[in-house]
């Protein structure tokens, strides 16, 4: 039976166990001609199938992420390799890097233990429930959750498939109360169709690109030389010894959660704070209207008026030109370099 906000590979998991085989074993007779654990099968993109296990095609439909992340991230943001604000797996063949989060306590919870679709969001860092932090390892062995390795010989779905221990059995991480509030704005903004920035409304995919827009600087001001951004978000009111870029420099979908909840609490700081606070703190600062433009997009419209205020462009100043033939990696580079080597290291 399909439980509420199940996710679909949870619940082909549970499904073959159920009949007392391997999730491989059950898929490879559902599409008998595609190897579907190679690929995020929850995104939905699978093709066409009639073998759904006995749902009809919205209920197919609701297991999967598609219809959160158009909403999300809209129809453009499904053509990318990494849906925005939807977590990613890091497939390599059955392998995975990550992009599945779980409560403890609400495995411990079910009759019959399975994932939540709300676990694969990026900005979901926690439950409200049970008031703690979500994981997204095992604690005994440090692996990724990887449901779709268990075995026949598996009683349920909420083990580590890699030493077997029961993930029910966790410790309850703390929570970051404005990580909470983050969450809880970003869940209304979702099932109402608007948010609110100041005192405008905006829809839904707006309000998700403009905070991805304020995390991209906030990422910024936590990497060295951006002391101008640091001194805005001082302002703004944010403790500047917590503004520190991850580690690895990964996209805000790669990032363990302990990492983004790091970033959405500062996030949900500078959204209380409204537009014409960082405006004032931008202006006061000198910043110009590149510092809201990355990757040679456009800023959401409700950034309009902030943009209207900034100068369009720095002062030109004079460099030396370099008489280096080689240049060296900075440390960061390097750090980063190897914090993705040791996140592709398996346990």
Same mark, same amino acid.
């Given at each position: 039976?399909?439980?509420?906000d199940?996710l679909?590979?949870s619940?082909?998991?549970?499904?073959?166990?159920?009949?007392?085989?391997?999730?491989?074993?059950?898929?490879?007779?559902l @599409?008998?001609?595609?190897?579907?654990?190679?690929?995020d099968?929850?995104?939905?993109m699978?093709?066409?199938?009639?073998?759904?296990?006995?749902l009809?095609g919205s209920?197919?439909?609701?297991?999967?992420?598609?219809?959160?992340a158009?909403?999300?991230?809209?129809?453009?943001?499904?053509?990318?390799?990494?849906?925005? @604000?939807?977590?990613?797996?890091g497939?390599?063949?059955?392998?995975?890097h990550?992009?599945?989060?779980?409560?403890?306590?609400?495995?411990?919870?079910?009759r019959?233990?399975y994932?939540?679709r709300?676990w694969?969001?990026?900005?979901?860092?926690g439950?409200f429930?049970?008031d703690?932090a979500?994981l997204?390892?095992?604690g005994?062995?440090?692996?990724?959750?990887?449901?779709?390795?268990?075995?026949q010989s598996?009683?349920?779905?909420?083990?580590?498939?890699?030493?077997?221990?029961?993930?029910?059995?966790?410790?309850?991480?703390?929570?970051?109360p404005?990580?909470?509030?983050?969450?809880q704005?970003?869940?209304e903004?979702?099932q109402r169709?608007?948010g609110?920035?100041?005192?405008?409304?905006?829809?839904t995919?707006?309000?998700?690109?403009?905070?991805?827009?304020?995390?991209?600087?906030l990422?910024?001001?936590?990497?060295?030389?951006?002391?101008?951004?640091?001194?805005?978000f001082?302002?703004?009111?944010?403790?500047?010894r917590?503004?520190?870029?991850?580690?690895?420099?990964?996209?805000?979908?790669l990032?363990?959660?302990?990492?983004?909840?790091?970033?959405?609490?500062?996030?949900?700081?500078?959204?209380?704070?409204?537009?014409d606070v960082?405006?004032d703190a931008?202006?006061s600062?000198?910043?110009?209207?590149c510092?809201?433009?990355?990757?040679?997009?456009n800023?959401?419209?409700?950034?309009?008026?902030?943009?209207?205020?900034?100068?369009?462009?720095?002062t030109?100043h004079?460099?030396?030109r370099?008489?280096?033939?080689?240049?060296?990696?900075?440390r960061i580079?390097?750090?980063?370099?190897?914090?993705?080597?040791?996140?592709r290291?398996?346990?």
């Amino acid at each position: 039976m399909r439980q509420p906000d199940e996710l679909l590979s949870s619940w082909l998991v549970r499904l073959a166990l159920a009949q007392g085989c391997d999730p491989l074993v059950l898929t490879s007779c559902l @599409w008998p001609h595609r190897r579907v654990w190679m690929t995020d099968l929850d995104r939905g993109m699978v093709g066409e199938t009639d073998a759904r296990g006995g749902l009809s095609g919205s209920e197919y439909g609701d297991l999967t992420l598609r219809g959160a992340a158009s909403k999300v991230a809209g129809a453009k943001g499904l053509n990318t390799a990494i849906w925005p @604000w939807i977590l990613a797996v890091g497939c390599r063949n059955r392998l995975r890097h990550g992009g599945l989060q779980f409560c403890p306590a609400c495995l411990a919870m079910d009759r019959t233990p399975y994932y939540r679709r709300s676990w694969r969001f990026a900005w979901h860092t926690g439950c409200f429930e049970h008031d703690c932090a979500l994981l997204d390892h095992c604690g005994s062995c440090g692996a990724v959750l990887e449901p779709h390795r268990l075995t026949q010989s598996d009683s349920h779905i909420a083990l580590c498939a890699s030493c077997k221990a029961d993930l029910r059995g966790q410790s309850l991480p703390a929570w970051s109360p404005l990580a909470a509030n983050f969450q809880q704005f970003a869940d209304e903004v979702l099932q109402r169709g608007m948010g609110c920035y100041g005192n405008e409304l905006i829809e839904t995919t707006e309000w998700f690109r403009l905070t991805r827009v304020i995390i991209a600087l906030l990422r910024a001001a936590g990497r060295s030389g951006h002391q101008c951004l640091v001194r805005v978000f001082v302002r703004v009111g944010l403790d500047q010894r917590l503004m520190q870029s991850p580690a690895t420099g990964l996209p805000l979908e790669l990032l363990p959660v302990e990492e983004r909840v790091a970033l959405l609490a500062l996030a949900c700081q500078i959204l209380d704070a409204g537009p014409d606070v960082l405006a004032d703190a931008m202006d006061s600062e000198g910043l110009t209207r590149c510092a809201l433009l990355f990757g040679g997009g456009n800023a959401p419209a409700c950034l309009d008026s902030l943009l209207s205020r900034l100068p369009a462009r720095a002062t030109p100043h004079h460099t030396k030109r370099s008489t280096t033939y080689r240049r060296l990696h900075p440390r960061i580079a390097v750090q980063r370099m190897v914090a993705r080597l040791r996140r592709r290291v398996r346990p």
